[in-house]
């Protein structure tokens, strides 16, 4: 990363050490008894603030995308916490217990906190890169064109997002794919039916992953885009 990205892939390596130290720290409060949604909601946006402006040095694309960025946090929680609840996906699956059946599973940890707090810090990556990619690129046009029309900078910022959802929904699916593969072979070696793949607790928590790490990134465009676009009306 220093050898490619000189400064700035110092920065962004530095950035990696960080989050990492934050998700160790949200690691050690959950398990010393702090809520684990607050912890998450927290540590959450102490990260996106240091992935965002740690990655830029555009000042208002990186204000604009980490606005966005928070905004859609919140719409996303107001929707975790109600679906995770009727999923009921939180803990341990079948598939599982072999490798943690020596264990006490009985640890004062609410599991299903646990998994909301999981799931928001799952979309972090996925809105951040987004959002920084919108702004960056629609503040890089106006500074080319700067008599650009509001219709115009929407229609372009349309254009970058759509590139970029397509490119964040495979990375998405292919992940969870390629970080379940062995289950998907053990479950097709045992040929489980399809209903047993829809009451299965690790494929369903992975989808729902997924699904609300998708939804995240097209929230996050339409809000960067509309932001991006209030601000260049004010101004002028």
């Known amino acids: 990363m220093l050898l490619?990205?000189?400064?700035?892939?110092l920065s962004s390596f530095i950035s990696i050490l960080l989050n990492f130290a934050l998700l160790f720290i949200a690691v050690i409060l959950i398990a010393g008894g702090f809520p684990p949604l607050g912890v998450s909601l927290f540590i959450g946006i102490c990260i996106l603030a240091i992935t965002i402006y740690m990655g830029n040095d555009?000042?208002?694309?990186?204000?604009?995308?980490?606005?966005a960025t928070i905004l859609v946090v919140g719409v996303m929680l107001v929707l975790i916490v109600p679906v995770d609840y009727l999923a009921q996906v939180q803990g341990f699956g079948n598939e599982q217990s072999e490798e943690i059946e020596a264990f006490n599973l009985l640890i004062g940890v609410n599991f299903e906190s646990l998994l909301i707090a999981t799931t928001v810090?799952?979309?972090l990556g996925a809105i951040a890169e987004a959002s920084i990619a919108v702004a960056s690129g629609l503040e890089e046009l106006l500074s080319q064109k700067p008599d650009l029309t509001l219709a115009q900078l929407y229609k372009s910022?349309?254009?970058?997002g759509f590139q970029i959802m397509a490119m964040t929904f495979n990375t998405l699916f292919f992940g969870m794919f390629g970080?379940?593969?062995a289950l998907f072979i053990l479950l097709a070696r045992l040929n489980a039916s399809f209903g047993y793949y829809l009451n299965a607790k690790i494929f369903v928590g992975e989808c729902l992953a997924v699904l609300f790490s998708a939804l995240a990134v097209i929230l996050v465009i339409w809000i960067t885009i509309y932001l991006t676009g209030r601000k260049l009306n004010t101004q002028r």
Do not use: R
Request: cysteine-free; glycine content about 20%; overall charge negative.
């Open 157 to 160: 910022g349309k254009a970058i």
């Open 179 to 181: 970080g379940d593969l």
């Open 58 to 67: 555009d000042e208002a694309a990186t204000n604009t995308a980490f606005i």
């Open 121 to 123: 810090l799952a979309t």
């Open 4 to 9: 490619v990205g000189g400064k700035h892939g």
